[in-house]
């Protein structure tokens, strides 16, 4: 059976960048990765690429070259990155191709993500009458989770605090500037419990991995890490996601539940196995939930692991290590990329003042909606 | 005069208002809202219980973006509204804006009623109706 290493990794910078299209970000990464992995475009056999807000990924081409390539645009909401990158496993899974790159890029104006009704199945009325969220959505889940399992609002500003701390170590994330846990509690309210540095911001960037095969691999003369695993699922009945006007009483697994627990049996690897993890952090909350249903420890635990600092680089289970989506922002095509980005760095050893010392195996878990999770395991 | 924001979402007004859901003719599920698609020939229109405990709640402190056309100047002061989730025993859990005096006293489990709020009015002054739950207030001691 072939396994899938990523052999090149590229970025461009998160943020804001002026003057600069999605696609423009999109063609520095792809350019980066390709000059990572010391190839040329011309050597990519397959893309599969996506891009919420700035356009068709496939837009590249003529930017890039125009080989007759296979590509494939991608759109899967937040989750479209982890998309991306199943495509490209699956592709070369399969024997049909040796070689080729994952592409993500965006470029959202400021402000919160516009919902429209119609494209998800909603009545209009959804939307109008300001329910149609997902803000709302992160608060009430993690709301009835705190309310649950013991968790106080301190811990949401730990893992803010913990995000912008990293993000201060990392060249590619948004937010350079540590802030301290008092100002994020003190900060504005967006969605009660969540103030306002609680919450990722939709934002611009773009990032390219380039796959290939053990034997194409070597033949090349490159290295990398080793795909272990890379899973989607949907939500199932009964779980809670977002943009629902309504829920069964009777609950049931997550969307991310599903996709972690198909992740491990894939990798043959279990959470405590993990050395480094990505896990997707919309907002403080979705952190901390996060943690638990992708099997990192049991519903409650979290509230000391935070207070321990478990979580902190240079803790047993270092998580967002760049600064996830809080420091990053959320650039829908890239975002689940990046996380990706961040643990082939780290995997490699070019972490640089965010190093995880010895970091073997990397886990990275995007959401996006209406309800879906994309996990991806990486060994050194 | 006022009218509701859409059809078969709710009948009534105030606290004699009744939600509206559908009912499975294959299988008496319960859906909320009444589907608005082909899909609508599948259910029975039924009324859901006006009374429920609070699931989970939040308060929208920003003003959202289109389509959201709730009352105010753009450009001015916004109000802001909550949103939570009441479960209604023994038939579906329900998305509704929460009209409370205090947010911060609200408490997950506490009872709660349904009622109508004009969110909005429409181009005549025409007041513009959706369902809304409230805390039920509690007898004293």
Known sequence: MTDIHIVGAGIHPFGRTDGRSGLDQGVFAIQQALDDAGLQWS????????????????????????????????????????????????????????????????????????????????????????????????????????????????????????????????????????????????????????????????????????LASDRKMRELGLSGPKVRAAAIRTRPTGSFEVFSPSLEIERGQSATQLASAAAWEMAGLGPDDVDVAQLQDTESGAEIMHMAENGFCKDGEQEKMIADGVTRIGGRLPVNTDGGCLACGEPIGASGLRQVYENVEQLRGRGDRRQVEGARIGYSQVYGAPGLSGCVVLER | MSRAVADNLFRGEGRSARLLGGRSKADGRLVFPFPHSADAENFDLVELANEGTLWSWTVQRFRPKTPYNGRGDPDGPFTPYGVGYIELPGQIIVESRILADDFDALRIGQPMALTTEAYREDETGEPVLTYAFTPIAEPRA
């Open chain 1, 43 to 210: 050597d990519m056999q397959f893309a599969f690429g996506g891009s919420s807000a700035a356009g068709a990924a496939d837009a590249a081409l003529p930017r890039m070259g125009l080989t007759g390539m296979q590509f494939i645009n991608v759109n899967n909401g937040c989750a479209t990155g982890g998309s991306s990158i199943l495509g490209g496993y699956a592709a070369i899974k399969s024997g049909d191709y040796d070689l080729g790159i994952v592409i993500g890029f965006d470029k959202h104006p400021r402000g919160a993500f516009n919902a429209d009704p119609e494209a998800s199945g909603l009545p209009r009325w959804y939307g109008e009458t300001g329910m149609m969220l997902t803000t709302q959505f992160f608060a009430n889940k993690i709301t009835r989770y705190m309310a649950l399992n013991g968790i106080g609002s301190r811990t949401l500003g730990l893992v803010a605090e913990k995000a912008f701390e990293n993000g201060s170590k990392a060249p590619h994330s948004w937010r350079k500037q540590p802030v301290d846990v008092d100002t994020i509690m003190n900060a504005q309210m967006v969605s009660d419990p969540l103030t306002k540095y609680m919450f990722c911001s939709p934002a611009e960037g773009g990032v390219a991995l380039i």
